[in-house]
Structures are given as structure tokens and as C-alpha cells.
């Protein structure tokens, strides 16, 4: 077992990972994002979270996590075990980097596509408030064909995007091909 009483404060490993170090805040590290804040740290506690992925820790996590280790080589990474840790598979990591990328993604998109799909049920609500009154309301005709395009495809997409990751990929793949 190791004596947690040696590890070193979070802030220190967070910087020496390359991260950008505010108070409490950190960025660079983790999925690569560089988003300012993305990671939250407390050195008192010893432990860190980051918000674009969930995942968090103690500074063993930490290093286990960014420099792609086991735990008996993110001890030996902060010179707590003897020996030194064996090589990141670059490979692994490379995967990691995709899943992670893919999960980022998706949450950025379906945030992206709900706030779409809100807008069009509050054009949706109106037109038939407008409907009601008037049943030949020109406007709200316009408003409800606008609505209505593509609006299956739309809730679709979000089905897949929150789906596994093999959803995630068609959403990917699908959406991507659009777009090129
Ligand atoms: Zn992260």
C-alpha cells in the first residue's frame, strides 16, 4: 500500500501534466480540451473532476488518466513506487482519445439539436394557438411548414446522439457525410 500522506498536492501534478493552473480551475489536460475551467481541483481534498468527461479523482487518477497507466505506473510516474512506468500504449491511446472525442461530441451536438428541437415546439405551440382563432391564419401555416421539416429527422439524431456509442457513430458518420 502506499502512504497516501506523500502524495503531492493536485495543483503540482496538474501543472507538471502540462495543464494551465488557475485557482482551482485547470485546463489542457484530460480529453485534450482546452476549454478554460474544464477541470475543477481541490488541493485541500486532493482531488479533481473534469466537467466535459465526468471523470475525477485523486492524483493518482489523475495520472493514470492523462499519462494512460495502471495504477502501480501512476505511482511510479509520481516517484511514490519504486521503478519507472512502463510506456503508454500509444495505441490505447489513441482509441481513448476517439471515444472520448465521439462522447464529447455527442453531448455538444444534442445540446446543439435540442435547443433546435425547442424552438420549433414553442413555433409549433403558437401556430396552433393561432389556428384555433383563425383556421386559415396564412402565418401560422408558414410557421407550422417550417416547424415540421425534417422535424423526424431532427428527433432522430437526438435518439441516436444520447443512444450507445455505436448510435453515436452512426449519428457521427451520418452527420459528418452531411455536412462534407
Ligand atoms: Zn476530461
Given amino acids: 500500500m502506499i502512504d497516501r500522506s506523500q502524495l503531492p498536492p493536485i495543483s503540482e501534478i496538474l501543472s507538471a501534466l502540462g495543464a494551465r493552473v488557475q485557482r482551482r480551475r485547470a485546463s489542457g489536460i484530460c480529453h485534450g480540451s482546452d476549454t478554460p475551467g474544464v477541470i475543477s481541483y481541490d488541493d485541500r481534498r486532493g482531488i479533481y473532476y473534469c466537467h466535459r468527461c465526468g471523470h475525477g479523482g485523486d492524483v493518482i487518477d489523475l495520472v493514470r488518466r492523462t499519462r494512460d497507466l495502471d495504477y502501480r505506473g501512476a505511482c511510479q510516474w509520481l516517484g511514490i513506487a519504486p ?61 407550422l411548414a417550417w416547424a415540421y421539416v425534417g422535424l423526424d429527422a431532427l428527433e432522430h439524431k437526438l435518439d441516436l446522439l444520447s443512444g450507445t456509442e455505436a448510435n453515436q457513430v452512426e449519428a457521427y458518420t451520418h452527420m459528418r457525410g452531411a455536412a462534407a
Fill in 83 to 143: 521503478g519507472r512506468p512502463a510506456a503508454p500504449d500509444p495505441e490505447a491511446l489513441r482509441r481513448r482519445r476517439i471515444r472520448e472525442g465521439l462522447r464529447a461530441w455527442a453531448r455538444r451536438t444534442a445540446k446543439e439539436l435540442s435547443y433546435e428541437h425547442y424552438v420549433r415546439e414553442r413555433v409549433i405551440a403558437a401556430a396552433e394557438r393561432r389556428l384555433r382563432r383563425d383556421a386559415q391564419d396564412e402565418w401560422a401555416w408558414r410557421w
